[in-house]
C-alpha cells in the first residue's frame, strides 16, 4: 500500500529551523543563489510556519538587494514568485 499525502507525517520543526539556519548563513556569506534556493524550499514545503514567513521577509531583502546590484532579471523573478503567495 503505497502512503498518500495525508499518510505523511508532519515536519520535523527542527529541520524546518535547520533550513532557515542554512539559508541565512548561506546569504551571509553571499552565496545569495544558495540562499534563495534554501528560502525558496521553506516557502514550498512547509507554507503556513513560521520559518516560511521568514524566508518571505529574506526574499524580499535579497529581491531588493539584487534589484539595487542592476539584476532586475532575478530580483523581478523573486517578486513574481513571492507575490503568487497571497
Do not use: C, W
Not at 20 to 41: E, F
Not at 68 to 81: D, E, I, N, P, V
Amino acid at each position: 500500500m503505497s502512503a498518500g499525502a495525508s499518510d505523511i507525517v508532519p515536519p520535523n520543526p527542527a529541520a524546518r529551523a535547520a533550513i532557515l539556519r542554512l539559508a541565512q548563513d548561506a546569504q551571509a556569506r553571499g552565496q545569495i543563489y544558495h540562499a534563495i534556493h534554501a528560502y525558496n524550499h521553506l516557502l514550498g514545503q512547509y507554507p503556513a510556519t513560521e520559518e516560511s514567513r521568514k524566508a518571505v521577509g529574506e526574499l524580499i531583502g535579497l529581491a531588493q538587494f539584487l534589484e539595487q546590484q542592476g539584476m532586475y532579471h532575478t530580483a523581478m523573478s523573486l517578486y513574481q514568485r513571492l507575490e503568487g503567495l497571497t
